[in-house]
């Protein structure tokens, strides 16, 4: 059998999640030849470009590694995509941990011409081995181009001109150039048998700082998402609106998230077990950084 399908697994530092991801994948129905695997990694700083070589030996089926400079994830999608040698490209991040009948399910998606498949996903706080479950299908998400766990032809990505290397910051580049392939007429198919397991550990607060920076860069890719597509829908999405925006302050006096006090709380909350609580105010803290990241990328232009 030829080559079917390159799976793009574009990584940053994920030593430690990567090589359950690879594994999974080495573990296939589908023929080892049928499949290539290309890890693009962006300018790792940890022990990634190692965990690759070693996995290499392990490999069944052909494992090609990229390193480039860190220049985010639109770039290591292009690149892969670029190096990818089959007819079906199929994206999937290194915290995914996929079923033996990944490939096959994808593939066999792809009847006609024309299509983007998105597979399930369902979170896990800890590596766990999604064959020991049947599928779950419990993954709603409505998103056209979900590129942790996608599958495409190449031929239409190459058409719609890849992904925007501008969105340099975090979020929002798999929607924009889903919004380019629905454009194109591509149609959108949702792949429930080709499901993985989301690795998310829980939040802690040590970790909300990084959250909290996170939402503020998806807040500037927004604005960039929305000026290259002014449109109602995208304005939709992203909630470039007045009501979102009222509904912040509203939410937000005296913008308590900003206030030492505020951490002191989540503090409490995590040694309490208050995990509600914590998961509550956290959740408004994150609108309310997103709202930042908007403000700062319209200037005065608000809406």
């Known amino acids: 059998m030829g080559l079917e399908a390159s ?26 030849t049928s ?6 990694d962006d300018g790792s700083t940890d022990e990634t470009p190692a965990v690759v070589a070693g996995l290499q030996k392990e490999a ?8 480039l400079e860190h220049s985010g ?13 089959a007819r079906i490209v199929i994206f999937l991040d290194s915290d995914m941990i996929v079923r033996r009948e990944f490939i096959v399910s994808h593939l066999a998606a792809h009847t006609r011409p024309g299509f983007v498949v998105n597979g399930s996903v369902l979170n896990t706080p800890t590596p766990a081995d999604p064959n020991e479950k049947a599928p779950q299908y419990n993954d709603y998400s409505r998103a056209f181009f ?6 495409v ?21 798999d929607l924009e150039l889903g919004h380019r392939l629905r454009q194109l007429g591509l149609k959108r198919v949702k792949n429930l048998t080709a499901w993985s397991y989301h690795v998310q550990a829980p939040v802690t607060l040590e970790k909300v700082p990084a959250i909290l920076s996170k939402e503020r860069e998806r807040g500037h890719m927004a604005v960039l998402f929305y000026r290259k597509h002014p449109s109602f829908s995208v304005k939709m999405v992203t909630l470039i609106t007045p009501v979102f925006f009222a509904w912040i302050r509203f939410l937000t006096p005296f913008r308590w998230p900003e206030r030492p006090g505020t951490t002191k709380l989540l503090a409490f909350c995590e040694k309490k077990g208050y995990k509600l609580v914590f998961d509550l105010i956290l959740s408004i803290m994150r609108s309310y950084a997103y709202v930042q990241g908007l403000k700062e990328a319209l200037g005065k232009n608000e809406p």
């Open 7 to 32: 799976v793009v697994i574009p990584t940053y530092n994920s030593r430690d999640l990567l090589p359950f991801c690879l594994r999974a994948l080495f573990n296939q129905t589908a023929p080892p």
């Open 60 to 67: 069944p089926c052909v494992l090609r590694y990229i390193r």
């Open 35 to 40: 499949y290539e695997l290309i890890v693009v």
């Open 146 to 151: 979900a590129t942790g766990n996608v599958s």
């Open 73 to 85: 994830r639109a770039r290591a999608r292009n690149t892969g995509a670029l190096a990818a040698r």
């Open 153 to 173: 032809e190449r031929d239409k990505l190459i058409a719609a001109g890849l992904f925007d290397e501008g969105f340099v910051e975090y979020g929002w580049e």
